[in-house]
């Protein structure tokens, strides 16, 4: 049975206003609605009472407010929060909220599975199944604001990050309609600069970003050079590093104080010697840049390790020496699997798909050297 109704959730502001001028109404009626939904987390139009009456009851019959269906919600010791969400179907996707001191991030994904293929990545195992809605995005941060007690007063979620599953940029309509609801003022009221589109290195994709929103752009780099980059993430076949670093400087150009960050996953004998060090400090060095250095989060069936203490150590301190500003990224939520690349929707029958894969991909390894698949 599909449901008929729209839902508001899947509407950017200006989709709103032509949603309520399609039913007659005065565009203001937009900002109305949106107050209710995003600063107070009403989904019932029956309490929205600055409506009349009648508009109330004709949202009823052709209107929604509805997130994704929250299947589990787990905490690690931490603090960290992950929850899972389906979708419908065999749908799932997880988002994760990270606490600090000073700030609370919430990681959201933009499409079910992935297609980008990395080797080193959890989520790739699981295949591509769908793009997520503006509304199933959106509605991430809907429902962790509500679990979270966020308000505008009481900001819990700070940050947003869509570095959880998917590539972002291979969805790019949805995602800047979410991007547009985080950042406007009666939406969740983000500053830009706190809102961070995280990709492979889609380059078409980043230079259209850059004329649709003002967000802060992070790059999964992870490799200094072609060869090694061509192994990790296979997109970089078709965008190479100079077009990808190309590209991210006209992300840059003409905005004062933007830096990139360029994520960097340090796997144990792969892409963490010391020349491999030297190479990407030489590299950054064309682009304002930070370096976020990601200990390798394992995950079943992988044949990577993550570097040693001593390596990962080793490597920040060469780009530190070469001028960098570099930092490593404490792995977080290791006991509820809600680390970087450990994200998948693992629900009801794909749990078998998983374990397929994964013996399948323990069998092939077995007696494997540590090369990149
Ligand atoms: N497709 C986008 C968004 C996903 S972000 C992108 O590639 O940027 C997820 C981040 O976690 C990326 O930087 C990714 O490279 C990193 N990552 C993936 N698998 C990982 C793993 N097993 N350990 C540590 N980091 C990982």
Redesign the pocket.
Known sequence: MTDSRSNLLDFSPAGLEDYFVSLGEKPFRARQVMKWIYHRGVSDFGEMTDLARPLRARLDECAIVAGPQIVREQHAADGTRKWLLSLGGRNAVETVFIPEPRRGTLCVSSQVG?M?N?S???TATQGFSRNLSTAEIIGQVWLAAQALGHTSKRRRITNIV???M???LLNFEPVLGAIELMCDDLGFGMAGRRVTV???GLVPGIDRLRASAEVSL?V?L?APEDELRNRLVPLNRKYPIAELLAACRRYVSGRRRTRITF?Y?LIDGINDSPGCARALAKLLHTVPAKLNL?P????PGTVYRRSSPEAIERFQQIVLGAGLVATVRRPRGEDIDA????LVGRVLDRTRRQQRHRRAVQAAAEGATMVAP
Not at 296 to 299: E, I, Q, V
Not at 339 to 342: E, F, S, T, V
């Open positions: 992935c980008l990395c080193f990545c959890s869509m570095m959880g998917g590539e972002p995280s990709t492979a992070a999964s992870h994520e996953t990601i390798f989060n394992p995950f680390a970087c690349g450990q």
